[in-house]
């Protein structure tokens, strides 16, 4: 639960904690460019970041990571690559998720996967079903994901029950919208880290976002490790959350 080892028990305390983490892991490509390295290795660097951070996050006592892997603007990118990124999923399954599951991670994967090959498909739905009763952490891959694509879904399922007679549509607010979306049930993101310097959302969470802290940090996201994690959760703590209203701190 310790944010920082250097910190006083106090300073843990007052530091307020994000509920949810959502982290753009933007960068693979400039890694491995930075060293003369195919992009595939990136990305291959990238998936031992992820599994550092899943686990640095379960113990600063975050309940709910999200984490962007392939967005549904990702298939213009040539097929090789395409390809080395649907592995990678597959690697990571098969690696990582016996050890997600004995440490009580929740996996649940957004974003579209009728498109997606048959065996990832049957090994994202194993591996859901396998951590469904877990409740340590809650972590959420976005692959094949898209924020407008994610609307565009839960508005035709909107309009698909009101003409099927089940759903007034006088009733439909905020909340209907939410329980379509893919992240149903989940609370929104408090605070949303993008890597590698770039400073926009890319489809990310886009409804879900819409009152999230935003951190962006230079490192490339094999660089990033539970320090930046730290730092990136000292930053939030920081911040003051307005969410429309007047903060005592303001004069409120
Ligand atoms: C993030 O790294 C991983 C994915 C988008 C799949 P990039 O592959 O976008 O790396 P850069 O941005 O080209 O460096
Ligand atoms: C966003 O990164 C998607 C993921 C990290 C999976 P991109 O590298 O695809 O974003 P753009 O194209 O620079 O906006
Ligand atoms: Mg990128």
Redesign the pocket.
């Given at each position: 639960m310790v944010p920082n080892s250097d910190m006083t028990a106090k300073e843990v305390v007052e530091l307020n904690l994000p509920r949810h983490v959502a982290i753009?892991?933007?960068g693979n490509g400039r890694w491995a460019a930075q060293r003369h390295l195919p992009r595939k290795l990136g990305h291959r660097q990238g998936v031992e970041a992820v599994r550092v951070i899943v686990r640095a996050a379960g113990e600063m006592g975050i309940k709910y990571l999200t984490l962007?892997?392939?967005?549904s603007?990702?298939w213009k990118r040539p097929p090789e690559e395409v390809n080395d990124l649907m592995g990678l999923l597959r690697f990571f399954i098969r690696r990582d998720l016996a050890e997600l599951h004995q440490n009580g991670v929740n996996v649940r994967v957004i974003g579209e996967r009728e498109h997606l090959a048959a065996d990832i498909i049957a090994m994202i739905e194993d591996a859901e079903k396998l951590t469904a009763g877990n409740d340590k952490l809650f972590l959420m891959i976005a692959f094949n994901y898209g924020g407008q694509n994610e609307i565009t879904s839960a508005v035709r399922r909107i309009a698909q029950e009101v003409k099927a007679g089940t759903l007034d549509p006088e009733t439909i607010n905020n909340e209907t919208v939410a329980a379509h979306l893919d992240t149903a049930g989940v609370p929104d993101p408090d605070l949303i880290i993008r890597t590698s310097g770039?400073k926009?959302l890319?489809n990310f969470l886009i409804w879900q976002g819409a009152y999230s802290e935003l951190v962006f940090t230079d490192a490339y996201w094999p660089d990033f490790s539970p320090d930046s994690l730290r730092e990136a959760l000292v930053e939030y703590s920081n911040r003051v959350r307005r969410f429309g209203a007047v903060s005592p701190a303001d004069g409120g």
């Open positions: 753009i892991m933007d962007y892997s392939f967005s603007e990702n770039e926009r890319s």
